[in-house]
């Protein structure tokens, strides 16, 4: 086992924690408090990991996210000889929108590998492409939107009218949505929770051929993590909305910025792992309040093994 795997078992408590915290907020309409929640809890739980941790991807700059924030050291290690350096890539809740609704996807999701592996992506857009194992090396956002469709077809040996995208539901992609419907494809929009989507259509057995459209790029890290361990396609590229956003990316990638990131650009080592817990039913079951207990959905992807682990866990209920 590598040392990122050797502390998967802490990584899936903290987003179980974060997901039980998040969800005491289910349906309540404030998606501030069941985010800082979520932060709260994973952060307490990061607090009493053995290593020495490093935020790579977070709730955002030190000056904007109280914790949780890029560059956030983390773990009870920090600094001390011959403990593990882990960068961690955090949404410790993902579809805040979803969870005050109380509507399916969210999620607490994290990835995790040795310190310098994981793309400190910027706070910008990515136009992505996700997709299983069987179409590695078939699709590619070099390719067009008819294309890649007509190559799941053939891959898949399934007529293009049963090809099934996910795809965010957003106004920027009206042309996207066009050509989709064009081919005769299916197509299926999300609210939020593209993570969600990415590993629903990289997963054998998940109901979606292709995740495409533009999405959140350091998401897209995290999305690549688990499809890197699930052997599936992911790739991606930069979209700016300002010049702002543009200047800051040059400074965080220091390289082409028109560049294909592959899921191994994005995540460079396989010792990696990804970890989720569901809050609303999806992707994940969401969090199970009972009168005495609180039972929570996770999945760990270790990416050097590519095992996919599913675990219940119930725990003696914590009333405020």
């Known amino acids: 086992m590598g040392i990122t795997s050797d502390l998967a078992h802490h990584f899936v408590e903290a987003v179980d924690q974060a997901a039980i915290a998040s969800a005491a907020w289910r349906g309540k309409g404030d998606k501030n408090a069941a985010d800082d929640a979520a932060v709260e809890a994973m952060r307490s739980t990061f607090d009493n990991v053995p290593f020495d941790g490093r935020v790579a991807i977070g709730e955002g700059e030190r000056d904007e996210a109280p914790m949780l924030y890029i560059g956030e050291p983390l773990g009870s290690m920090i600094g001390v000889e011959g403990a593990a350096c882990i960068d961690i890539a955090v949404d410790p809740l993902e579809c805040t929108n979803n969870c005050a609704d109380n509507s399916p996807n969210s999620i607490a999701v994290l ?21 299983g194992p069987l ?12 294309y890649n469709i007509e190559q799941a077809a053939h891959v898949l040996d399934k007529p293009m009218s049963e090809v099934r995208i996910v795809a965010l539901d957003r106004e920027r992609h009206a042309e996207l949505f066009k050509e989709i419907r064009t081919t005769g ?17 990289a997963k054998p057995d998940g109901p979606f051929d292709l995740l495409m459209g533009i999405g959140a790029a ?31 990316a040059v400074d965080m990638v220091n390289d082409d ?47 050097a093994n590519g095992t ?13």
């Open 111 to 131: 990835a995790a590998a040795p310190r310098g592996t994981l793309l400190h992506a910027p706070d910008c857009y990515m136009d992505k492409i996700a997709a």
């Open 135 to 146: 179409l590695a090396g078939h699709v590619s956002l070099e390719g067009g939107v008819a």
């Open 185 to 201: 494809a299916q197509l299926d929009l999300m609210g939020d929770g593209d993570v969600s989507g990415a590993i629903w259509a």
């Open 218 to 248: 350091p998401e897209g890290v995290i999305s690549a993590t688990a499809i890197r361990g699930l052997g599936g396609v992911f790739e991606g590229r930069l979209v700016f909305r300002s010049d702002e956003e543009e200047a800051r």
């Open 257 to 303: 910025l028109t560049r294909l990131w592959k899921a191994n650009d994005l995540c460079k080592s396989e010792d990696a792992i990804f970890a989720a817990s569901g809050v609303c039913d999806g992707y994940l079951p969401g969090v199970k309040v009972e009168a005495t207990t609180t039972t929570t959905f996770s999945e760990l992807i270790d990416v």
């Open 308 to 320: 996919v682990e599913q675990k219940e866990t119930t725990r003696p209920r914590t009333v405020a």
